[in-house]
């Protein structure tokens, strides 16, 4: 059974940092794909970013160049770098595993964490 618990989120103001962990277990398989996707209130979920075997990386257009998906044991523990915060990126995130591909995160992910709040302020 896989499971993906999330860790690191919070309250930060505007332009400060957050970084996301996603711990991993039972989750096997030799080609993987992990990603983040997020929901903020009142709207629908997002990817933000994808990570897969294949060396493939996804960001969505609103987080590129401030934030950085990696993995430190493939498949263990994911992380979100998240820097220059704006308010508008305050969501609930998830953690997923077993998308298809990075760029497919949103509408491939078969295995959610529970999610984690992300709050900016201005």
């Known amino acids: 059974q896989v499971q993906l618990v999330e860790s690191g989120g919070g309250s930060v103001q505007a332009g400060g940092s957050l970084r996301l962990a996603c711990a991993a277990s039972?989750?096997?398989?030799?080609?993987?794909?992990m990603g983040w996707i997020r929901q903020a209130p009142g709207k629908e979920h997002e990817g933000v970013a994808g990570?897969?075997?294949?060396?493939?990386?996804y960001y969505t257009d609103s987080v590129k160049g401030r934030f950085s998906i990696s993995t430190d044991n493939p498949k263990n523990t994911l992380y979100l770098q998240m820097n220059s915060l704006k308010p508008e990126d305050t969501a609930m995130y998830y953690c997923?595993?077993?998308?298809?591909?990075?760029?497919?995160?949103?509408?491939?992910?078969?295995?959610w964490g529970p999610g984690i709040q992300v709050t900016v302020s201005s």
């Open positions: 990570l897969d075997s294949e060396g493939s990386i």
């Open positions: 997923t595993a077993d998308c298809d591909e990075a760029t497919t995160v949103l509408v491939s992910s078969r295995f």
């Open positions: 039972g989750y096997s398989d030799r080609r993987w794909c």
